[in-house]
C-alpha cells in the first residue's frame, strides 16, 4: 500500500492551492509543481489512470484557486499522456518494461531534472498560452514562460523528491 | 505486448486524451468569458481552415468546368471586340455600313486529340456537324491560329494545325503592312516563319504580325506573334522567325470560326473563272 504517498500527494496538491491563492510573487512566475507530482507517480499507472488522476488534481486545484474551471487540467492532462513517453525517452524503455519507480536517488540529478524540466515545459507552454486567451502579446508570454520554468523546475525537484522519500517509507 | 494491442491501446490513450481537452475547454469557456472568446475564436479559425481547404478541393475538382465556363465567356467577349473594331475601323476608313458584323459565326470547342511530334500534326475536336462545324472552317485560340477544318464527322472534327507543312496562314505584318504567307518553321510549337518577303521592305524584329483577312477562313486582325529574326533566302527574298502568341505545348480550350460569307465568295470566284 502506498497510503504515505497518497497523503503527501493530497497535502502537496493542497499546498499548491494554497501558494495559487495567496502566492503572489510577479505576474512573470507561474510556480508549479503539479507535473513533477504527475511524473513521480508510479510508473506501473497505465496512461488512462494517471490522466485521470491528472483531471482530477487539475480540477480540484482550479476549484480551489482562481475559480477558471478547466484551465490546470486543460495544460496537466498533457503531461499525463506524454509521461510514458518522457519516461521512455530519458530514463530508457527498460524502465517501463520492469515497471520501476524513478526517483533522483536511483537515476540520477541529470535525467530526473531533464524529465521534470520537460513536464513543465510542456504543462506550462499550455497553460500561459490558455491564460493569457491571445490577450498577452508573445514576448510576454515568452518571458513568462522562461522565468516560470526556471522557478518551477527547481521546486519541482523538491517535491519530487519528498513524494519519492515518502514512497519509500511507505 | 503484440504491436496490434499496443496499437489498439494507444488509439484508446488518445481518444481518452481528446475526451479530458474537450471538457476542459468547455470548463474553460464557461467559466471565463475572456476564454470563451479566445476558444471561440480558435474555433472560428479551424472551421474556416477547414472550410477553406475543402473549397479548394472543390474548386480543383471542378476546374474543368469552370474553364469551359470561361472559354465560353471569352468567346462571347472576343466576337464583340472584333464587332466593335470592325464598326470602328468602318468608321475610321469612311465606310458607313458595317459589313462586319454577322460575317463570321464562333463555336467554342475542346481539344479530344492533338499531336505535336510529328511532321504533319492533326488536331480533333468534340464539336462535328451536329454542332455545326463544316470543313475548312478555321480553329482560333487565345493565342492566335491553330490550324484548319479539314474533315467534320457526326461529334467531332479532324483540323491540320499551323504545326503542319499543308497549312499556311495569310498573315500581315502590323494593322497595314505587307502581306505574306505564314507557315510552322518545323522545329518548336512556338514557332513560325513568315515567307516570301521582298527585299526592299524594312522588317524590325518585335513588330506584331496578325491575321490579313485575305482568305476566307480567318477573320481579320487576329494577332499571331512577332517579328523575331529576319533573315535573307537566296539574296532575292526575305523570311523572318515568328515567335507565336501560342504554344501548342499549352492548348486545351479552342475555338472554330466559320465565314458565313464562304460559300457565297467561292460561288463568285467559280463563276468567274467559268467566264
Keep these: 500500500m502506498r497510503i504515505r504517498f497518497y497523503i503527501f500527494y493530497i497535502i502537496l496538491v ?6 495559487g491563492n495567496y502566492l503572489d510573487l510577479t505576474q512573470y512566475v507561474t510556480l508549479c509543481f503539479l ?20 483531471f482530477v488534481t487539475g480540477l480540484a486545484v482550479d476549484f480551489f484557486t482562481h475559480g477558471i474551471l478547466g484551465l490546470t487540467i486543460i495544460a496537466l492532462v498533457p503531461v499525463a499522456f506524454c509521461r510514458r513517453w518522457l519516461i521512455a525517452m530519458v530514463f530508457g524503455g527498460d524502465v517501463l518494461s520492469r515497471g520501476e519507480d524513478i526517483s533522483i536517488d536511483k537515476h540520477g540529478l541529470a ?24 490577450t498577452r502579446p508573445s514576448s510576454f508570454n515568452a518571458l513568462r514562460f522562461a522565468c516560470s520554468l526556471v522557478v518551477s523546475t527547481v521546486v519541482s525537484v523538491f517535491v519530487s523528491h519528498i513524494l519519492k522519500s515518502s514512497d519509500r517509507w511507505s | ?18 475526451v479530458m481537452e474537450v471538457a476542459a475547454l ?33 474548386n480543383y475538382f471542378t476546374l474543368d468546368k469552370q474553364n469551359r465556363a470561361l472559354a465560353g465567356e471569352n468567346l462571347v467577349l472576343a466576337e464583340k471586340v472584333r464587332q466593335y473594331e470592325g ?62 477544318i479539314d474533315a467534320v464527322d457526326e461529334h467531332y472534327s479532324y483540323g ?39 527585299m526592299y521592305y524594312d522588317l524590325h524584329p518585335g513588330d506584331t504580325v496578325f491575321t490579313s483577312g485575305f482568305s476566307t477562313i ?9 517579328i523575331m529574326r529576319p533573315s535573307e533566302v537566296d539574296g532575292s527574298v526575305q523570311e523572318a522567325v515568328v515567335n507565336l502568341f501560342l504554344d501548342f505545348k499549352s492548348l486545351r480550350y479552342v475555338t472554330i470560326v466559320e465565314n458565313t460569307a464562304s460559300e457565297e465568295i467561292a460561288g463568285l470566284e467559280k463563276t468567274e473563272a467559268s467566264e
Excluded at chain 1, 14 to 19: E, N, P, R, T, Y
Excluded at chain 1, 111 to 134: E, F, H, R
Aim: glycine content about 10%.
Design chain 1, 14 to 19: 493542497a499546498l499548491q492551492i494554497v501558494l
Design chain 2, 87 to 148: 464598326k470602328r475601323l468602318a468608321i475610321a476608313n469612311g465606310i458607313i455600313a458595317d459589313t462586319t458584323q454577322g460575317e463570321y459565326r464562333f463555336i467554342p470547342a475542346t481539344i479530344v486529340k492533338a499531336s505535336r511530334n510529328s511532321q504533319h500534326n492533326y488536331i480533333i475536336l468534340d464539336k462535328g456537324r451536329a454542332d455545326g462545324v463544316k470543313p475548312h472552317s478555321g480553329i482560333l485560340c487565345s493565342g492566335g491560329v491553330v490550324g484548319v
Design chain 2, 218 to 226: 480567318f477573320p481579320p486582325d487576329v494577332p499571331l506573334g512577332t
Design chain 1, 35 to 54: 507535473p513533477a507530482m504527475i511524473l513521480a507517480l508510479p510508473v506501473g499507472y497505465g496512461t488512462i489512470g494517471v490522466m485521470c488522476i491528472a
Design chain 1, 111 to 134: 535525467k530526473s531534472l531533464l524529465s521534470i524540466l520537460i513536464a513543465t515545459a510542456i504543462y506550462l507552454g499550455i497553460y500561459i498560452v490558455a491564460d493569457g486567451a491571445g
Design chain 2, 1 to 18: 505486448m503484440t504491436k496490434q494491442v499496443k496499437a489498439y491501446s494507444g488509439v484508446i490513450n488518445a481518444a481518452i486524451f481528446v
Design chain 2, 160 to 198: 491540320l494545325t499551323l504545326m503542319n507543312p499543308l497549312i499556311s496562314v495569310s498573315a500581315r505584318i502590323g494593322r497595314e503592312g505587307l502581306v505574306a504567307p505564314l507557315v510552322w518553321d518545323g522545329l518548336r510549337t512556338d514557332r513560325g516563319l513568315l515567307k516570301e518577303l521582298p
Design chain 2, 26 to 58: 468547455l470548463m474553460l469557456s464557461g467559466t471565463r468569458s475572456l476564454q470563451d472568446i479566445w476558444i471561440n475564436r480558435a474555433s472560428h479559425r479551424t472551421h474556416a481552415a477547414l472550410w477553406r481547404s475543402g473549397e479548394n478541393i472543390r
